[in-house]
């Protein structure tokens, strides 16, 4: 058992003073405000709340920050970069990637990622002699780097979407695909949850997974949480309509994909039929503010998403930065900028759309709480940094940035104090592996 003493703490019953809390075997077993501090207490300063849920991560995409920002374009000329990306990696050198992106992660407040896993194959799409060997990488990644993680593993089948049909693969796509649904679950069915992940699916969009192929995948992903890019460009959907008369939501409604484990990320172009099908079906909405904005997507509509039942969570997509109280701002701000109105979520709402209701989305309905019961992941932020400074308790989430993370525990572990990880330094991590992915 461990027991850790803060001075503050957001409970689920508000702010409270000198909280100790006491874990055994990864789960809050007493949470014990006006404590006073124990000899054998690990003492952390700040504020102590939930741990931050990422909802939604390509890993492997970390390699293109500050690379693809030097001309015009939108999203699919960023793709092709991307794409290019993708063309070289290998198990090895996507593990290192992986690990330092999340032990960036890690030290940024996230305790839990949604990594979205399309990467199956080497590089002319054949299988390895491990068909899982990217998966493993990925899980391998973050077993080392103390993040519990969903491995939403992503069926991917055809190369595009036009308004005559379904494009074949290119060749950097064949690496994405298992050629058949019935041979995307034989391959996840090889792979079990751990203590600290848990294997999710993922239908990668309409562009990539035809419609009858999508009521095949409805027929076998069982209980697994469900993610899939929906409406992320208006191009998509107008191709979608083009082709099949009716919204990337519809498509989905009608495959039998829409419940309560389904989350639709970015959801950017989604209209008032969709959100009305999302929110009947109790369905999930993940957006990544700051990446729909550096690839120019546009502003999805959160507030009407969350006033129709749709439960929202953040992401960090292609991780332009990691920064999860950034992402949460974005939610706010973006809705302020197209109404003029301020308080469009309240400080509650969105201090749940980035803790329990990520965890829920990811297949963890237990976490993203401080409570007893609930998983031991939680974060610390900084009380007396330059911009935390003065801030009431249960609003530090507005002045703070990942850099004010004091401490990061997972499973009651202690994974990442005052920026530094049980790894070592982030930034030589990722600079490390961006050397081996050139020398490869």
């Known amino acids: ?63 293109l920050r500050a690379r693809t920002h030097g001309g015009i374009g939108d999203f699919w000329t960023w793709r092709e970069q991307m794409y290019a990306l993708a063309r070289v990696l290998t198990p090895e050198t996507y593990f290192r990637l992986a690990r330092a992106v999340f032990v960036e992660m890690v030290c940024a407040g996230y305790t839990v990622v949604g990594e979205f896993h399309y990467l199956h194959h080497d590089v002319d799409g054949r299988p390895y002699a491990d068909p ?30 036009s308004g005559g049909g379904h494009f074949d693969l290119d060749p950097v796509q064949r690496r994405f695909s298992d050629g058949h649904v019935s041979r995307w679950i034989d391959r996840v069915a090889q792979m079990r949850d751990e203590a600290t992940i848990r294997i999710g699916a993922a239908a990668h969009s309409v562009r990539a997974v035809p419609r009858e192929a999508l009521h095949d995948f409805a027929s076998v992903v069982g209980s697994r949480p469900v993610h899939a890019h929906v409406s992320e460009q208006l191009a998509e959907n107008a191709a979608c309509e083009l082709h099949y ?38 369905a999930s ?43 949460l701002r974005g939610l706010e701000m973006h809705e302020r900028l197209i109404t ?70 997972v499973a009651g572990e202690l994974i990442a104090a005052d920026g530094h990880h049980r790894l070592g330094d982030a930034g030589h991590l990722l600079a490390d592996a961006f050397d081996e992915i050139r020398r490869s």
């Open 1 to 63: 058992m461990r027991t850790y003493w803060v001075p503050t703490a957001i409970l689920p019953t508000g702010a409270a003073n000198r909280v100790r809390i006491e874990v055994d075997d990864g789960i809050i077993t007493a949470v014990t405000p006006k404590a006073t501090p124990g000899q054998d207490d690990i003492r952390l300063d700040g504020v102590l709340g939930a741990g931050l849920a990422n909802g939604h991560s390509h890993a492997f995409h970390r390699g």
């Open 132 to 161: 899982n060997a990217m998966g493993h990488a990925l899980m391998s990644a973050a077993r080392e780097a103390g993040i519990r993680m969903t491995l939403l593993d992503t069926c991917y089948l055809q190369g595009g979407l």
């Open 245 to 282: 008369g009716r919204s990337p939501t519809q498509v989905f409604a009608e495959a039998g994909l829409l419940g309560p484990r389904f989350t639709a990320v970015h959801a950017t172009h989604v209209d008032d039929v969709d959100i009305r099908l999302l929110g009947r079906a109790g």
């Open 285 to 327: 909405a993940c957006i990544c503010p700051t990446t729909e904005r550096d690839l120019a997507d546009g502003i999805g509509p959160s507030r009407a998403l969350a006033d129709a039942g749709v439960s929202l969570c953040i992401g960090s997509d292609q991780h332009a930065m990691v920064d999860p109280f950034e992402e």
């Open 340 to 409: 003029g109105e301020r308080g469009r979520f309240t400080i509650p709402q969105l201090y749940s759309i980035g803790t329990a209701h990520g965890y829920r989305a990811l297949g963890w309905p237990e976490g993203g709480r401080v409570e007893v019961g609930a998983l031991a992941d939680f974060v610390v932020v900084k009380r007396d940094s330059p911009r935390t400074a003065g801030a009431r308790p249960y609003q530090i989430g507005y002045a703070a940035t990942s850099s004010d993370i004091a401490a990061t525990v």
